[in-house]
């Protein structure tokens, strides 16, 4: 009967493998076979999405297939974010925290305080402006699925706001590396620290790090905007009780939550896989055995991103979205340029002040 129940994720899980080899195969294509580079220029994960979406959206994704494909956009994903972590040093991830955790802040009390004003302008209602506004901050429909029971948000408000993260997400997380690469003229740390503050979802900030690495042959990106994204995923514990606090206040009915539900348990494996790394370092450091499992993870991460990536381009139906209405995506819109513009300023005056 256990068996059973894991076989029911087996055509899913395989629908986005072959989707990844899909992308890798058209990526070798043009970007070896017609443009004639030794290693091509393209972005698998790019490549990957793009194809989710067109397939996704040209046929009826059947329902066996649909649990896999929550699955690896869920699980799958972790686990690849968890195996980006034999990458890093404990240094390197304190030495990232110290300078994301301010811009996180930062970004979060700015996109707050933007919302709330334009709550009446629009005349849209609290809760999903509130739902809109923590999955920017934090981290996209995560953040929204846990704050829903605590605002006592209903199915449309909640569709809404997830829709509308998906949208702008997918947008930033397509255009955001580019723009980067441009603006902080190839810095990994800062283009890093604007990925992983600018782009709602975990999932959106590891495509677009993994996009910026493939691109611009810059890791180090990928590793800055990770460990930014999973120090803002934490911030989900304060800021549910304070969505509950808010939202509540002066009501005789207050909603319960458990910090425990809510905690992003993935963020303790990418800690475990990074002291993993650095303890296999310091004892096999010339063995050529732990020089090719550490290969292997970083090949794998690579591999359960993009397989995530496919999943989530097959899941994300523009029907829907275009059916949503559009004042809910005008606050998605402007809370999007927000967080954008507030980790570029933030950035620019650490950038002045520190070096």
């Known amino acids: 009967m256990v068996l059973k129940n894991y076989l029911v994720f087996i055509p899913g899980i395989i629908l986005a493998f072959i989707l990844y080899s899909l992308s890798q195969g058209f990526n070798n294509i043009i970007g070896i076979e017609l443009l004639g580079y030794s290693k091509s220029p393209i972005s698998t994960a790019m490549i990957a999405i793009l194809l989710g979406i067109f397939f996704g959206n040209l046929f009826k994704i059947r329902e066996s297939f649909q649990k896999g494909l929550n699955f690896s956009k869920d699980y799958i994903l972790k686990l690849g974010i968890i195996c980006l972590g034999i990458q890093l040093k404990p240094f390197e991830f304190l030495e990232f925290g110290k300078i ?9 009390v700015s996109v707050l305080i933007v919302i709330k004003l334009i709550i009446k302008k629009l005349q849209i209602p609290t809760r999903m402006a509130y739902l809109i506004s923590i999955g920017s901050t934090v981290c996209g429909t995560t953040a929204i699925m846990a704050a829903a029971p605590v605002l006592r948000a209903n199915k449309s408000e909640i569709s809404y706001a997830i829709a509308n993260i998906t949208l702008f997400g997918i947008l930033s997380m397509l255009l955001y ?19 992983g503050t600018a782009i709602h979802e975990t999932s959106q900030v590891a495509a677009a790090g993994l996009i910026y690495d493939q691109q611009f042959n810059s890791p180090e990106t990928l590793n800055v905007a990770t460990v930014t994204k999973l120090l803002r995923n934490t ?10 606090f ?14 425990l539900d809510i905690f992003p348990y993935f963020v303790l494996g990418f800690v475990g896989m990074i002291i993993l ?10 063995n050529n055995n732990w020089i090719e499992i550490i290969g292997l993870i970083k090949d794998s991460s690579k591999i359960f991103l993009t397989m995530a990536m496919a999943a989530i381009g097959l899941s994300t139906n523009l029907k829907d979205i275009k059916n949503m209405g559009y004042k ?3 606050v998605g819109f402007i809370a999007m340029l927000t967080v954008g513009m507030v980790s570029i300023l933030t950035i620019e005056i650490y950038l002045k002040l520190f070096i």
């Not at 994301?100 to 979060?108: F, K, S």
């Not at 911030?235 to 509950?244: D, E, N, R």
């Not at 790394?277 to 450091?285: A, L």
Request: charged share 10%; glycine share 6%.
């Open 246 to 259: 808010l939202y509540n206040r002066g009501k005789i009915k207050e909603s319960s939550y458990s910090i």
């Open 235 to 244: 911030f989900l514990i304060v800021m549910i009780p304070l969505f509950a």
């Open 100 to 108: 994301a955790i301010p811009l996180i802040l930062i970004c979060i």
């Open 277 to 286: 790394r650095n303890t296999g370092d310091e004892f096999f450091s010339t």
């Open 177 to 195: 590396p580019y723009f980067a690469n441009f603006y902080f003229e190839g810095n990994s740390l800062f283009a890093g620290l604007f990925l």
């Open 328 to 330: 809910p995506f005008v």
